[in-house]
């Protein structure tokens, strides 16, 4: 019989192997549909009227006007809202024939407010009213008197956006008493749980349907206040609406990281041991609540530490989870404390990192990962102590980073069908952000059965799949990857029991590969798949693989607990405060991998994006008018393609790393990006510049404060 | 956008007869790149969008009397393509190509370019071009990061957002506007861009009914140069630039020194112009040069740190120009 254990790599036909993803050409092609590309039969356009004041009262919405225009079909307003909290928060909502005359209508729906004292900043620590949060272990003053040297930095990074490139959204139609849903979503088995009261149908009658997203990063668990009125409007007017958020609204309401300042203070001893950290962060996630990032992060191990929060309320967009959330931020104020205490003792950063690794969870993954990442960067060729003291304005430097992360696959279930004339189909209510979900199924029902990849097809993106968990957290992979396994192996193994009997043979004797089943090692008695399958009758076998969490771990199929090494080379102008990327080389582990291919492609999308929240990235409010100045593309800054200089990645594989099962890769690779560059740049010019994102004006402000801006 | 007529005339006169006294009634529309945008988020309203695509005399490069003739209409694709636009001057190729896109080089006209409006985050989240709230100027008192460090006294403080601008004020050029009837007149560069007094001002010498028709650029020899500082590689304006143009056939005297986005205009420094007609154009004068272009820099709370742009900026253009 067949075992739902991994296949040994000398066995593996597909799994590890770098496999394109079977979508790409329907993406190039443009024939992959996306929620904004949905198009039905009598679709209307919706437009949302949102609220240009951070904070009033509102005292009426008047659509009287709104609903006049030629071309609208009905105009909703939240009778419920009393009180907008923050500029864009969606207030109506008009249904029009074309985009454009939504455009227009919504702005003739009068709404009147009564503006209220507003309060966007937050970067002081006295702006918070909560109760801080604090977290210490062992003895401070003893942690600091065993330091020979004691470091106090401050850091920040900012509030930033998700920016997914396809806003959020989606098309609703009612049809026959049923609802059809395309959202744009990371969650689509349980999407419908958000319409709960706002809808009066099962869901077996509330048709989910994702099959291709732009990226959620995090930002699009939920049915949203978009989604919910998408249902409202179908339902007044009869006809399908479609709402995606324009750019600005996108970036305002859907989807803010948290800020984090802090004030840090490390101990180490002579030798680069650390003794003790002292943290103060503040920061806002908007008008909740707020959670401080871990510092120390990664080296959460050291014997005397305290981490103090503050969180600062303002009238800004609510935060979302983004991509590993509060680990980006932990790393960037901790690597960055941690780089500044190495300098401050004149020792090389990498042997800081290294000198403290016993802090970590993971001393020897850490420790083979820094050093294949230097391998990789030529780190001992070209590392230098804090400043480059070469000639010239152009100064250069490399910055190291390690971060962590769990991916624990989530509860997925997947059914695999064998049908008698030998095609293959596997079903799974999971979605594919774009990452190659689709592929990895197929990939892994293909290598189970012994037959080739384009022999399987998958169906996923629909509710009425079988469940399977929200793609967050990195827990994607292990879940579909383990029950697509077990559903498969099932199927095989049913499939094994009847081609037996016509080989007369012991099932448990018998293997799937080369599209034949076959004796084991022997391969004397055997029939072709097709053949095999023929013998099914008329009826096909469909089994249901399900991934246990717990019980899959167990079993090695998938685990969690990774770790992950950057070394970032950049070069400084110092005339003119430029960072210029050279390269980024990322090192990580994520246990068995599926797919080689889309582990590095997934790193390398992270890459990008930690380049673009180290350099670029930033919600500009204006304290007066508590406005997101920069609700656009323009000034929102994302790197383009000649921006994020060379990425090189390298995937651990083979022995200490295949053997622990399938791990979410998502998240970890976004973690160090900002925190090893902007070590970079500390290295090349010899001064910390403190903020995120490395902007020249930052630069050039930290170097006139040294004094040590050249010309 | 709120409707609007659309007119797309054959005529320069039939063109000009369209336009009104007051700004903002009537758009002028070229490659649109700029213009549509402000429709779209209602920074203007116009009653009528008049369209130049048809008026052929606005299109193309052509030699005449000394001058190369740029039509307003060329697109900066063709700008920077053209082969006596490559040999003569080099500084508005740069500046061309530092737009960068492509979509943006084959749409976007040199026109267009000039008369683009300005970039100020609070001018285009719709509080008015002098960005006024209550009476209190919310750049002065707010994220003025991007915004103007010379010419920074009077009301207004954005900075202006063409990067052709400064090379052609450096070149010595001449623009031609057509106004009512389609006469012409010519205002020299270093007159096209001005700092509005209030909201119903714009931050072009042009009349509200007047068009950009050509740009007159002398053909004198000068050696000219941009550098400009640039965050990123593609899809945005540069923080600073410098042009600088200098020496050519009669001798010292012609010299001139221009930076862009640190003012409401091209912002010309003739003392730093005054060292490229009397010293060689070697590192030394050119540090000199940066050093002098910024004295007499007023910087806002947050843009200091373009004092230090502009001083490497003209450096790096009079060596680029060399
Ligand atoms: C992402 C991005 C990055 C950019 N980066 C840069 C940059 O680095 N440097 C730079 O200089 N520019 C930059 N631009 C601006 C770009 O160069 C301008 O948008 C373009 O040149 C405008 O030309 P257009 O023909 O599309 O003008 P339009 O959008 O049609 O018009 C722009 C303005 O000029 C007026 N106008 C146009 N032609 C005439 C005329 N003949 N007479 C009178 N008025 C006229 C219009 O009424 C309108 O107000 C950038 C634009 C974008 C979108």
Redesign the pocket.
Known sequence: MAKVDWPEASKRTLIGKRISRTDGPLKVTGAAKYSYDISRPGLLYVKLVTSPHPKAEISGIDGTAAAAVPGVKAVWKDEELQEVQYVGQIVAAVAAETEEIATDAAHQVKVEYRVREHQVRDNDPALSKDKPSNLTVGNLDEGFAKADVTMNGNYGCPVITHCCLEPHGQVTEYRDGELYIWPSTQNVSRYSDGLRNDVDLPQNKIHVDCQHMGGGFGSKFDTDKWGKIGVTLAKMTGRPVKIMLDRDTELMIAGNRPSAYAKIKVGAKRDGTITAVDAEVWGTGGGGGYSAPPIPYVFGKIPNRRLVGKGIRTNRGGQRAWRAPNHPQGCFLTMSAFADTAALLKMDELEFFQRNIQFTDRPTVYTEELNKAAELIGYKRRAHLRGDASPGPIKRGLGVSIHTWGGQGHPSECDVTIHPDGSVEAACGTQDLGVGTRTCIAMVVAETLGIPLQAVKVKIGRNEYPQSGASGGSTTIGGISVSSRQGATAALNALLEVAAKRLGIQPDLLEARDGQIREVDNGSKRISWKDACALLGPSPITKRGVNVPGESAKANLASQGVGGAQIADVSVDIETGIVTMNELVAVQDCGLIINLKLAESQVYGALIMGITSALYEEAVYDTRTGKMLNADM?FYRLAGIKDVGKLTVHMMTGKGYDDRGVIGLGEPPVISPAAAIANAVANAVGVRVPQLPLTPERVLAALAQRGGSAA | MKPFEYSAPKTLKEACGLLGDTWGKT????????????LKQRITQPSRVLS?KHLKE?HGIRNSRGSLVIG??TT?GELAAHSDVRRHFPALVT?AT????PQ?LS???????L???PRCWYFRNGYGLLAQKDGVSLAREGENRYHAIFAADGPALFVS????GPGLIALGAEMVAAGPGGATRSIPATEFFRAPQSENEREIA?KPN????EINVPLKGLKNGIYEIRHRHG????YVTAAVAFGGKEGSGGARVVLGHVAPMPWSVPAAAKLLNTARPDEATAARCGQVAVEGARPLSQNAYKIQMARTAVKRAVLAAV
């Open positions: 323009e | 758009e002028i529309l070229a490659g649109g790149t700029d213009l549509v945008t402000s130049l606005l307003a209409m900066l500046a530092g737009v960068g896109s943006l749409v976007g006209t040199v026109g267009g370019d008369c683009q409006r957002a063409s990067s052709l042009l007047e068009i950009l028709t899809l945005d304006w540069p």
